[in-house]
T-cell receptor, first 110, second 112 residues
Framework: SQQGEEDPQALSIQEGENATMNCSYK?????LQWYRQNSGRGLVHLIL?????REKHSGRLRVTLDTSKKSSSLLITASRAADTASYFC??????????FGAGTRLAVHP | GAGVSQSPSNKVTEKGKDVELRCDPI?????LYWYRQSLGQGLEFLIY????????KSGLPSDRFSAERTGGSVSTLTIQRTQQEDSAVYLC??????????FGPGTRLTVL
């Protein structure tokens, strides 16, 4: 991918379980963002973590950032069937354009 | 609505034809971006507009691709002499700052 690797590429879990997705990036960053995409169409911004932050929470979402390893993780707790989507990390490049990872396809089964 | 809108939602065209894709950003957002999402390439940046500044065209894959933004609002992405490898979902996004971008639903382009 343009940005780096995301793993896993696909994740299948049961409702109520936690889902963890990881992302690595290649360049230095000011912030890293996570987006969600349903059915291959528009993306929705989930959360932003700044380079001087190590962890951030938003509802059932928890994001960590390790700038020394150039990696981030997204944890969704107590997953629901409605969380089924693709999740992308993105860093901000020149002119604020987003540079996306390859994404993780999450399937949450009832 | 208050979100980013794109039209058409789906476009099927024949190889060699020109296509125009439209994006209406959120009112007041000065920045507008075009991205492309295809199976082999993932999500890739195409072009960026910021206010009245010259656009950043560094992501356009060939000179068959062009875009304009009229009056700092609506943007049109034009693909001339379409090729099958142009088949993808074209996503538009707008933003007011660097903390987040708001995406439209995309246009799915199929070149036969």
């Amino acid at each position: 991918s343009q940005q780096g690797e995301e793993d896993p590429q696909a994740l299948s879990i049961q409702e109520g379980e936690n889902a963890t997705m990881n992302c690595s990036y290649k360049t230095s960053i000011n912030n890293l963002q996570w987006y969600r995409q349903n059915s291959g169409r528009g993306l929705v911004h989930l959360i932003l973590i700044r380079s001087n932050e190590r962890e951030k929470h938003s509802g059932r979402l928890r994001v960590t950032l390790d700038t020394s390893k150039k990696s981030s993780s997204l944890l969704i707790t107590a997953s629901r069937a409605a969380d089924t989507a693709s999740y992308f990390c993105a860093t901000v490049g020149g002119y604020n354009k987003l540079i996306f990872g390859a994404g993780t396809r999450l399937a949450v089964h009832p | 609505g208050a979100g980013v809108s794109q039209s058409p939602s789906n476009k099927v065209t024949e190889k060699g034809k020109d296509v125009e894709l439209r994006c209406d950003p959120i009112s007041g957002h000065t920045a507008l971006y075009w991205y492309r999402q295809s199976l082999g390439q993932g999500l890739e940046f195409l072009i960026y507009f910021q206010g009245n500044s010259a656009p950043d065209k560094s992501g356009l894959p060939s000179d068959r691709f062009s875009a304009e933004r009229t009056g700092g609002s609506v943007s049109t992405l034009t693909i001339q002499r379409t090729q099958q490898e142009d088949s993808a979902v074209y996503l538009c996004a707008s933003s007011a700052d660097i903390t987040r971008q708001f995406f439209g639903p995309g246009t799915r382009l199929t070149v036969l």
